[in-house]
């Protein structure tokens, strides 16, 4: 089955400076890859997702890569803020199982320091 | 629209007790998860239900057994306690595909459970 690693585990940079967390994946059928947020006592909640027909995709201080032939994608946060400071994980899916089951990362724990 | 909606919030067990978590969905979703959430261990599923009368195992299924009681419902159950089953539980929903791939989950509040 599909096997999901992330690194680092924790992560702590100063405010303003950029994050960058890495996820590598098994399953070379794997075509969804979101990644969600998670606040101290919170539900996950997906913050940025990518599909395997694209490269790149950005929201504003975020973005996601994908490279599929190394298998690995990756969180690029800029301008890192105190409110950026929680556990992210990453995920992938297979599309053809038509489950939509997420088979999910370690979890990164991102510090922000003010 | 109140999501996912998991009940209870906390519990403690002792060994050996069996306890049920409930968990539904307002949103019209296909698919239903079971999620547990360890320290370092990120999320890992422990059951699934891609529709309605159909469940299956996932990563980390012994000591558990789910039913899709409907749509809307599912329920994780735990029938004799042990202290390695201490964990946060998550249920999550989707919904089926976009362009032949998968779409967001959206995850309950989270149950904490303590087997003591």
């Known amino acids: 089955g599909e096997n999901v690693e992330q690194h680092p585990s924790t992560l702590s940079v100063q405010e303003g400076d950029s994050a960058v967390i890495k996820c590598t994946y098994s399953d070379s059928a794997s075509n969804y890859f979101p990644w969600y947020k998670q606040e101290l006592g919170k539900r996950p909640q997906l913050i940025i997702d990518i599909r395997s027909n694209v490269g790149e995709k950005k929201d504003q201080r975020i973005a996601v890569t994908l490279n599929k032939t190394a298998k690995h994608f990756s969180l690029h946060i800029t301008e890192t803020q105190p409110e950026d400071s929680a556990v992210y994980f990453c995920?992938?899916?297979?599309?053809?199982?038509?489950?939509?089951?997420?088979?999910f990362g370690q979890g990164t724990t991102l510090q922000v320091k003010p | 629209n109140a999501g996912v909606t998991q009940t209870p919030k906390f519990q403690v067990l002792k060994t050996g007790q069996s306890m049920t978590l409930q968990c539904a969905q307002d949103m019209n979703h296909n698919s239903m998860y079971w999620y547990r959430q360890d320290p370092g261990m990120g999320l890992r599923l422990i059951y699934y239900s891609a529709s309605e009368g159909t469940t299956d195992k996932g990563e980390v299924p012994n000591g558990y057994n789910v039913s899709r009681l409907n749509k809307r419902e599912f329920s994780l159950r735990l029938e004799s306690a042990a202290p390695s089953q201490t964990s946060v539980y998550f249920c999550a929903s989707s919904e089926a595909q976009i362009q032949g791939s998968n779409t967001e989950a959206f995850f309950g509040q989270g149950t904490r459970l303590t087997v003591v």
């Open positions: 995920a992938a899916s297979k599309g053809s199982s038509n489950t939509g089951k997420l088979i």
